[in-house]
């Protein structure tokens, strides 16, 4: 009896903890179900270009009209948001995220980001998508209102899909799956860490590791040309799209020698990858531009890989990339992170890029590189009301204050469980 006593008292705090944290994430927003105006805003379109004492409509989750607010008549009886003095902004675009896969890095039961085995391109990351994460919210709020989420671990991790930030479910959340991560081997390893230095070592399997995928892509080429195979291979039918160009080959490797091996190895097969970490990237930009080959990079906000690079690099490598003309997003690998995007760019914004540029990279670049640039990353006629509005400077982590966002047209909840907490204790300590 005292076992079984035990085990639903157990029982019990497992399913009040449940409870808890469900009640910490927002309701999902209705559905638009009138036209709505913001009037009066400086908008920011995300193409680099900016409109005053702008007036944006929108109408079951599409833009319908963009003017200025002395051409503006009110046809279609729209609700009226008066904006005057505040800032209207695309909706930021998270790439290379874990939200929703990883909810507290230190708890194994919470992390589900990764398969088993090497070779996994058929795995999913959508089906294991958690809109009911804690992080979200908090990411949300810092204007985050889409994320292409990304599977981790293997040589080809599986495929990203993307998501928008509002749902009750990843069936509803998923807007597209979008490309096969791969993680390139490095040349050399190093057998250190922050806390304790260590040295570069050569891989010794370096060459192995490339033959395995050497392999693995003339297999899937292989199948991908039988009219009807038989078995059906999921690993090989996932790879498909790949060949025909219908989704992205996202190849991660931060080294010069690594990112070239890549490009090289991708052109045998005609195959234009995307780069992601790229730390080495402002090495080659002029290569990367002149091939056409898109780069997400990986935190501004950190200190360099080596000891003697520039302090400043990871400042000033996206104002590199935009000078030599490659396409390129900003990105924060990672879940709860993810919340700082915006500052990433405001940072980028203060070592050689314009706001706009900085915008961009956080709005339509990476709606280009995701192909998703004819729903989302600016605002245009007949593309996704996913906007935001707010009194400060979304890239300024002084000033940004989000006061209202829609997602498809739908106001948003733009609380969190760390706002109900600053609210309580504020309350508690006299705090305005």
């Given at each position: 009896m005292r076992?079984?006593?035990?085990?639903?008292?157990?029982?019990?705090?497992?399913?009040?903890?449940?409870f808890a944290i469900g009640q910490d994430v927002p309701s999902p927003a209705k559905t638009q179900d009138k036209p709505i105006a913001i009037v009066g805003a400086k908008l920011h379109v995300g193409d680099g270009s900016i409109i005053e004492n702008s007036v944006i409509?929108?109408?079951?989750?599409?833009?319908?009209?963009?003017?200025?607010?002395?051409?503006?008549?009110n046809t279609n009886q729209a609700t009226i948001i008066d904006a005057k003095g505040k800032e209207v902004?695309?909706?930021?675009?998270?790439?290379?995220?874990?939200?929703?896969?990883?909810?507290?890095?230190?708890?194994?039961a919470t992390n589900d980001?990764?398969?088993?085995?090497?070779?996994?391109?058929?795995?999913?990351?959508?089906?294991?998508?958690?809109?009911?994460?804690?992080?979200?919210?908090?990411?949300?709020?810092?204007?985050?209102?889409?994320?292409?989420?990304?599977?981790?671990?293997?040589?080809?991790?599986?495929?990203?899909?993307?998501?928008?930030?509002?749902?009750?479910?990843?069936?509803?959340a998923m807007i597209t799956d979008d490309g096969i991560w791969m993680n390139f081997p490095n040349i050399y390893s190093y057998s250190g860490w922050w806390a304790e230095p260590g040295s570069y070592e050569k891989n010794k399997e370096y060459d192995n590791q490339i033959n395995e995928i050497i392999?693995?892509?003339?297999?899937?080429?292989?199948?991908?040309?039988?009219?009807?195979?038989?078995?059906?291979?999921?690993?090989?039918?996932?790879?498909?799209?790949?060949?025909?160009?219908?989704?992205?080959?996202?190849?991660?490797?931060?080294?010069?020698?690594?990112?070239?091996?890549?490009?090289?190895?991708?052109?045998?097969?005609?195959?234009?990858?995307?780069?992601?970490?790229?730390?080495?990237?402002?090495?080659?930009a002029d290569e990367l531009a002149q091939k056409h080959i898109s780069v997400i990079l990986d935190k501004c906000h950190a200190l360099p890989s080596?000891?003697?690079?520039?302090?400043?690099?990871?400042?000033?490598?996206?104002?590199?990339?935009?000078?030599?003309?490659v396409l390129y997003a900003i990105s924060i690998e990672g879940s709860?992170?993810?919340?700082?995007?915006?500052?990433e760019a405001g940072t980028a914004s203060a070592y050689g890029l314009s706001k706009e540029e900085a915008l961009a990279a956080i709005t339509s670049n990476p709606a280009k590189i995701l192909k998703i640039d004819n729903q989302l990353g600016t605002l245009s006629i007949g593309k996704k009301a996913t906007l935001l509005v707010s009194s400060g400077d979304i890239l300024d982590m002084g000033s940004n204050k989000i006061e209202l966002a829609y997602i498809e047209g739908r106001s948003i909840n733009l609380g969190n469980k760390q706002i109900d907490l600053f609210q309580k204790f504020a309350k508690k300590y006299g705090i305005n």
């Open positions: 076992g079984h006593s035990l085990i639903f008292g157990i029982f019990l705090l497992l399913l009040s903890s449940f409509v929108f109408d079951k989750g599409i833009i319908t009209q963009i003017t200025t607010s002395d051409k503006f008549t902004y695309p909706g930021a675009i998270a790439t290379a995220t874990t939200i929703g896969l990883q909810e507290i890095d230190a708890v194994r980001a990764r398969e088993v085995g090497q070779m996994n391109p058929n795995v999913r990351s959508a089906i294991a998508y958690n809109t009911d994460s804690r992080v979200t919210p908090t990411i949300r709020t810092n204007g985050i209102l889409t994320a292409q989420i990304v599977p981790q671990g293997g040589r080809i991790s599986g495929t990203s899909s993307i998501a928008q930030l509002d749902a009750w479910n990843w069936e509803d392999t693995f892509l003339d297999a899937s080429k292989a199948y991908m040309n039988k009219t009807n195979p038989t078995p059906i291979n999921l690993k090989y039918e996932a790879m498909k799209d790949i060949w025909g160009a219908k989704k992205n080959l996202y190849i991660r490797a931060d080294g010069v020698k690594e990112m070239q091996a890549a490009i090289s190895l991708c052109e045998t097969y005609g195959i234009k990858p995307v780069i992601v970490g790229a730390y080495d990237s402002y090495l080659i080596r000891t003697d690079d520039d302090i400043q690099q990871n400042y000033k490598t996206p104002a590199i990339l935009q000078k030599a003309g709860w992170q993810t919340r700082n995007l915006c500052f």
